[in-house]
C-alpha cells in the first residue's frame, strides 16, 4: 500500500507538471499580452510593466523561473522580506530557518495582490460552497435512494426516481435564476445575492460564525450547486442497495431471524454505500470547482471568476494558479478516492 | 405413432415453434421494449416536437428575432398580470407579444423557437463529435494494448485532470481575440469567418469536441478489452482477417450498445454546456437567440420583469427532460446492465 501511494503520489506531481506545461504553451499561444489594450500603450511603458513581470525574459527562462518559485521548495536563513513579489502559500519559520514553498506571484492586473492572496480570500467561499453542496448532495441523494430502494416498484419509488431525473435535467442556470425569484424576490425569505463571512477565516477556510447571518446566505446556492449531486447520488444509491439486497449473506441474516430494521443498516447498508463514497471524491472536487456561475447567479465573492477573468484579462499568474490549483483538487480526489476504495473492500489490494 | 404426431396439442403447431419466431435483432427489440417505457415515449415525443419546432422556427416565429421595437422594450401581454402580480403596477401591456418582448423590443416567443436550432444542433453533432472521436481513439487503445495502451490512456489521464472549461475559454480567447485580429489568408481568419458566419456555433461545437472525447475513449476502451479475448475474435484471427476489419466487423458492433447508451445520456450535459457558454458570454454571438444567454439577459432584470428569465428558463428545462427521459429509456431497453452507473 505505501509503495502504491508512493507511486501514485509521483505521477500526481508529474500529472501536476504536464498541465502547467500545457497551459503555459497554450497562454501565451493566445494572441494579445496582459497590456495589450484598445488603445495601445506607450511603448516605453508597456516594456517597463513588462519587464517588472518578467514577461520579457525569453519563454524557456519563465516557465524555469515559475517552476522555481512554485514548484520547489526553499530553505533559507533570509525571512521573505514581504514584498509582493515573495508571497509564499506556505511559509513556515523552524528555528533559523524559512520553510517557503509555492510563490505564485503576484496578479498583473492588480497592483497590490498576488495570487496567492486570492488563494486566501476568495477560495475558503467557494470551499465553504462546495462543502455545504455536497452536504446537501448527501443528506438529500442516499436517503431518497434507500427509500427508493426498499420500496421498490412502489410510488415512493417513481417520486424518488422521477424527482431524481428533474434534478439532472435543471441545469444551474435555470433553478438559480428561478430561486432567486421566487425566494429572493416575490417572498422575500432569503437574501437573493452575496455572503456571510468575510476574512479572515478560522483555520484559513471557516466562517467565524455559523449563525442564521452565515446561512441565510448560503442556504439557495448550496441547494442549486448541489441539486445535481444529490441525484447522481440517489440513483447510485438505490441501484446499489437494489443489488446488495439480493446477495446470499443477506438472505443468511434474514434467515437466522435478525430484524429487518437491522439486516439494511448493519449489513446491506454498508456495503451498498461503497460506490456512493467513491464517488464523492470526484463528485466534491467538481463542486468545488464548478462553483463558477452559481457565484455568478448570487453574487459570492469566491473564486470562480478569476478562472474567466483571468484568461481575457491575460493574467498570466492567476491563470495558472486557478489551473494547478483545479487540476490539483481532480487529481488529489481520485487519489483519496483510490485508497479510500482499497480500504472499504478488502478484497481491492494495490501492490 | 403417426396418430399421436397427428393429433399434438394445438400449442406445438408451426407457428410457435422456436424456429419460426419472428426474427428480430437486437435493434427491433430494444425499440420494442423502448415503446413500453411510458416516460421515454413522452421523452421521445418532446424531442420530436422539438425537432418540428427548430425545422419549421421561420413558419412558427411571428417575427424576426432580431427585430428590435424600442419603443416597445419590456412590454407583456395582459395575462402575465395573473402569473406575475408583482409586476401589475408598472407594467406596459402589449398584446403583440404572446411571451413578452425582452430589453431592446424583441419577441420573446420567437427567440425561444429560433433557439431550439442551436440547442437541437448541439444535441446532434455533440455526440457525434463526441462518439468518433472517442470510439477511434479508445478502440486503437483497447484493441493494440500494451505500451500504445498504457500511453494513449496517460494522455487522457492527463487531460482529465485539465479543467475543460479552461480549454474552450482559451479557444474562445485565441480565435475572437479583439486585440490581435488575424490577418486574411491564416488559418485563424478563415476560423473566425466561418465562425462569425455560423453565429459562434463552431468553437462551441469544437470547444465540446476537445472535452466530450475523454470520456468515451475510456469506455470504449474498456469494451474492447473485454470483447478482445472472445473466441470468435481468436478465430477472426486465426482466418487471418486483417486488424482493421477484425475492428470495424467484429469488434465494434458488439460494443455499440452501450456506447449509443451513454452518449444519449451525454446529450443534457451538451445542452447544458452550450447553454452555460452562452450564459457567461462566451457561447453563441447576439443576436443569434440560445436560450442561455436569453437566461442571462433576463436574469439581469428578474426582479422586475420575471417572464424574460422565466421561459428560455423553461424551454431549457423541459429539453434536458425530454433527453433525460429518454436517454433512460434506451439505457433500460438496451442495456439494463447499465442501470445505476449512469
Known amino acids: 500500500m505505501g509503495r502504491y501511494i508512493t507511486r501514485r503520489l509521483i505521477a500526481l506531481i508529474m500529472v501536476l507538471l504536464v498541465v502547467s506545461a500545457i497551459t503555459f504553451v497554450l497562454e501565451h499561444a493566445v494572441p494579445g499580452g496582459p497590456f495589450d489594450r484598445e488603445k495601445p500603450l506607450p511603448p516605453e511603458i508597456k516594456a517597463n510593466l513588462e519587464r517588472r513581470y518578467h514577461l520579457d525574459e525569453p519563454y524557456w527562462k519563465q516557465y524555469a523561473r515559475f517552476l522555481n518559485d512554485v514548484m520547489i521548495p526553499h530553505l533559507t536563513t533570509q525571512p521573505p522580506d514581504g514584498s509582493i513579489e515573495s508571497d509564499y502559500l506556505i511559509n513556515v519559520h523552524i528555528g533559523p530557518l524559512y520553510f517557503l514553498w509555492m510563490n505564485f506571484g503576484p496578479t498583473i492586473s492588480s497592483k497590490t495582490r498576488t495570487v496567492n492572496d486570492i488563494f486566501r480570500q476568495q477560495l475558503p467561499v467557494s470551499f465553504q460552497l462546495g462543502i455545504m453542496a455536497m452536504m446537501v448532495a448527501i443528506l438529500l441523494g442516499i436517503p431518497l435512494g434507500i427509500l427508493a430502494a426498499l420500496k421498490q416498484n412502489t410510488m415512493f419509488d417513481y417520486m424518488g426516481m422521477g424527482l431524481a431525473i428533474i434534478g439532472v435535467s435543471i441545469p444551474v442556470i435555470v433553478l438559480g435564476p428561478l430561486m432567486v425569484w421566487i425566494f429572493g424576490v416575490e417572498l422575500k425569505l432569503l437574501p437573493p445575492s452575496g455572503w456571510g463571512a468575510t476574512p479572515p477565516y478560522r483555520l484559513g477556510f471557516l466562517p467565524q460564525s455559523f449563525g442564521w447571518e452565515y446561512f441565510k446566505y448560503a442556504i439557495m446556492p448550496a441547494i442549486v450547486l448541489g441539486l445535481g449531486s444529490s441525484a447522481v447520488i440517489a440513483r447510485l444509491t438505490r441501484a446499489t442497495l437494489l443489488q446488495v439486497v439480493r446477495e446470499d449473506y443477506i438472505r443468511t441474516a434474514r434467515s437466522k431471524g435478525l430484524e429487518e430494521r437491522l439486516v439494511i443498516t448493519r449489513h446491506a447498508l454498508k456495503n451498498s454505500l461503497i460506490p456512493v463514497v467513491t464517488v464523492l471524491g470526484p463528485m466534491f472536487a467538481a463542486l468545488v470547482t464548478g462553483t463558477f456561475v452559481t457565484e455568478l447567479i448570487f453574487g459570492i465573492p469566491g473564486m470562480g471568476r478569476y478562472f474567466v477573468t483571468s484568461i481575457t484579462n491575460r493574467d498570466y499568474p492567476v491563470i495558472m494558479g486557478t489551473v494547478l490549483l483545479y487540476a490539483f483538487f481532480l487529481v488529489v480526489a481520485n487519489l483519496v478516492v483510490d485508497i479510500l476504495y482499497a480500504y472499504l473492500d478488502p478484497r481491492i489490494r494495490y501492490d | ?342
Open chain 2, 1 to 342: 405413432m403417426t396418430a399421436q404426431t397427428e393429433t399434438k396439442p394445438a400449442g406445438l403447431t408451426a407457428s410457435r415453434s422456436p424456429l419460426t419466431y419472428k426474427r428480430e435483432n437486437l435493434w427491433q427489440d430494444a425499440f420494442r421494449r423502448l415503446l413500453r417505457n411510458r416516460a421515454a415515449v413522452i421523452g421521445g415525443v418532446i424531442v420530436i416536437l422539438l425537432a418540428l419546432v427548430a425545422i419549421f422556427a421561420n413558419l412558427i416565429a411571428i417575427m424576426p428575432y432580431d427585430k428590435q421595437t424600442l419603443p416597445d422594450q419590456n412590454k407583456v401581454p395582459l395575462y402575465m398580470g395573473k402569473l406575475f402580480p408583482s409586476m401589475i403596477p408598472y407594467m406596459k401591456v402589449s398584446d403583440k407579444y404572446p411571451l413578452g418582448a425582452d430589453y431592446v423590443g424583441r419577441d420573446i416567443f420567437s427567440r425561444i423557437v429560433y433557439g431550439s436550432r442551436i440547442s437541437l444542433s448541439i444535441a446532434i453533432i455533440g455526440p457525434l463529435i463526441s462518439l468518433f472521436v472517442g470510439v477511434i481513439y479508445g478502440s486503437i487503445s483497447g484493441y493494440f494494448g500494451g505500451r500504445v495502451d498504457n500511453l494513449m490512456m496517460r494522455f487522457v489521464d492527463v487531460l482529465y485532470a485539465f479543467p475543460g472549461l479552461l480549454f474552450i475559454i482559451l479557444l474562445m480567447a485565441f480565435f475572437r481575440s479583439s486585440f490581435a485580429d488575424p490577418e486574411p489568408g491564416t488559418l485563424r481568419f478563415a476560423l473566425s469567418q466561418l465562425d462569425a458566419k455560423m453565429g459562434g456555433m463552431l468553437f462551441i461545437i469544437i470547444g465540446i469536441g476537445l472535452t466530450a472525447w475523454e470520456t468515451m475513449a475510456r469506455v470504449t476502451r474498456g469494451q474492447v478489452l473485454s470483447v478482445r479475448e472472445k473466441e470468435f475474435i481468436e478465430a477472426a484471427h486465426a482466418l487471418g482477417i486483417s486488424d482493421n476489419r477484425i475492428m470495424f466487423r467484429h469488434i465494434l458492433p458488439n460494443i455499440i450498445g452501450p456506447l449509443v447508451v451513454i452518449e444519449t445520456l451525454a446529450i443534457p450535459g451538451y445542452i447544458a454546456l452550450e447553454a452555460f457558454l452562452s450564459f457567461i458570454g462566451l457561447g453563441i454571438n447576439p443576436p443569434t437567440p440560445s436560450w442561455g444567454a436569453m437566461i442571462a439577459d433576463g436574469a439581469r432584470s428578474i426582479r422586475t420583469y420575471p417572464n424574460q428569465a422565466i421561459f428560455p428558463a423553461l424551454a431549457l428545462a423541459i429539453t434536458m427532460f425530454a433527453f433525460n427521459f429518454l436517454g433512460d429509456g434506451l439505457r433500460d431497453a438496451l442495456e439494463p446492465r447499465l442501470r445505476g452507473n449512469q
